[in-house]
């Protein structure tokens, strides 16, 4: 079964800093594009970044570039979001989702209408004084 599992939220000031970690099983990651995707309370979903299987495509949102980077450990079959310099309005709970029906992409897309096959269950991040 193809699963991924996102951890490393948490409550943080701002200005501090989280990496965020999601962690494939049942597929080798590198083969396929992963994006990262946040949601807020009362805010529509938000791509915020993403990654092709070469990872020589990456994309971030504007809300986030500069601040955040995304990365990949196929050893580890792991993703990583660091996110620094935090907002509060980074606050939002962050997926990580895998495109497994498209093998080997050169470029990732970065929108909330791609269409992912593989979601996690999310992982909270706080960002308050």
């Known amino acids: 079964q193809l699963h991924v599992v996102e951890s490393g939220g948490g409550l943080v000031q701002p200005g501090g800093s989280l990496r965020l970690s999601c962690a494939a099983s049942g597929f080798a990651l590198a083969n396929y594009a992963m994006g990262w995707i946040r949601q807020a309370p009362g805010k529509e979903r938000e791509a915020v970044s993403c990654i092709s299987s070469s990872g020589g495509s990456l994309g971030y949102a504007d809300s986030v570039k500069g601040r955040f980077t995304i990365s990949r450990d196929s050893a580890k079959n792991t993703v990583y979001l660091q996110i620094n310099s935090l907002k509060p309005e980074d606050t939002a709970v962050y997926y990580c989702?895998?495109?497994?029906?498209?093998?080997?992409?050169?470029?990732?897309?970065?929108?909330?209408?791609?269409?992912?096959?593989?979601w996690g269950q999310g992982t909270q991040v706080t960002v308050s004084a």
């Open positions: 989702a895998v495109d497994t029906w498209t093998t080997a992409p050169p470029m990732c897309v970065l929108s909330v209408s791609y269409e992912y096959t593989e």
